[in-house]
């Protein structure tokens, strides 16, 4: 199927991660390319998601006025380069906490494809952690792997067997989107959509 859709996770994907959460707009910075990198694919037609999971709201390390502060200033950082999401999807809650939403489950994922109004089977899925991943497997999501956030501690080592079979693995969300769209011979997703083949880890 053609999909004009792609899943991205936040942390360490678009913005910086931080140990200590990112819990303010100004704790809010950009990975480099990543704003551009989104901005490419809404050019191309393409509608961006974000799944997130957002433990530092239930662990009261920030409220849901810095939570939409921290958004506001992606989305207008994402304007500034003629970029856009379309939406964004968290999980407020704690690991410790019983959740369908919480990624690895798929709960965000189910969200994202009610939202949306389509099946997610070939969709790209872009995180820097094998959770990210595993979120969307039920529904057919195909796994994309970047060497950014907790990714970079894979750099220069083989893909761990527990990552789905099939993942691709890229350097960073740029290097993921100029991948995805050289799918199709004009540049844009049109066939080819969640038909990628897998590439081996470096």
Same mark, same amino acid.
């Given at each position: 199927?053609?999909?004009?859709?792609? @899943?991205l $996770?936040?942390d360490?994907?678009i913005n910086? /991660?931080r140990d200590?959460y !990112?819990k =303010?707009p100004d704790?809010?910075v950009p990975?480099p390319?990543?704003?551009?990198? @989104?901005?490419?694919?809404?050019h &191309? +037609? %393409?509608?961006?998601? %974000?799944?997130t999971?957002?433990?530092?709201?239930?662990? +009261?390390?920030? /409220?849901m006025a810095a939570?939409?502060a921290?958004? $506001?200033?992606?989305?207008?950082?994402? &304007?500034?380069v003629?970029g856009? @999401? /379309?939406? %964004?999807?968290?999980c *407020?809650?704690? *690991?410790?906490?019983?959740?369908?939403?919480?990624?690895?489950a =798929?709960?965000?994922?189910?969200q994202?494809?009610?939202?949306?109004? !389509?099946?997610l089977?070939?969709?790209? %899925?872009v995180g820097d =952690?094998l959770r /990210?991943?595993?979120?969307?497997?039920s529904? +057919?999501c195909? *796994? #994309?792997?970047v060497?950014?956030?907790?990714?970079? &501690?894979l750099?220069?080592?083989?893909?761990?067997?527990?990552?789905?079979?099939?993942?691709?693995? #890229?350097?960073?969300? &740029?290097?993921? !989107?100029? #991948?995805?769209?050289h799918?199709? *011979?004009?540049?844009g997703?049109?066939g080819?959509?969640g #038909?990628?083949?897998?590439?081996?880890?470096?």
């Open positions: 199927m053609n999909t004009k859709l792609v @899943i $996770d936040r360490g994907t910086v /991660d200590d !990112v =303010s704790e809010w990975l390319g990543a704003l551009e990198a @989104i901005a490419q694919l809404n &191309a +037609g %393409v509608q961006v998601a %974000v799944a999971n957002q433990s530092g709201l239930g662990r +009261g390390l920030f /409220d939570l939409n921290m958004h $506001d200033r992606m989305n207008k950082m994402l &304007a500034a003629g856009r @999401i /379309d939406a %964004v999807f968290f *407020p809650r704690s *690991p410790e906490e019983s959740c369908r939403c919480r990624k690895p =798929s709960g965000l994922m189910e994202i494809a009610e939202r949306f109004g !389509v099946n089977q070939g969709v790209p %899925v =952690s /990210d991943l595993q979120a969307g497997l529904l +057919g195909a *796994p #994309h792997l060497l950014t956030g907790k990714g970079a &501690a750099r220069g080592q083989a893909l761990p067997a527990t990552f789905p079979p099939g993942t691709q693995v #890229h350097d960073d969300l &740029a290097a993921f !989107v100029a #991948h995805w769209l799918l199709a *011979p004009d540049g997703p049109e080819g959509w #038909h990628a083949p897998s590439v081996d880890s470096a």
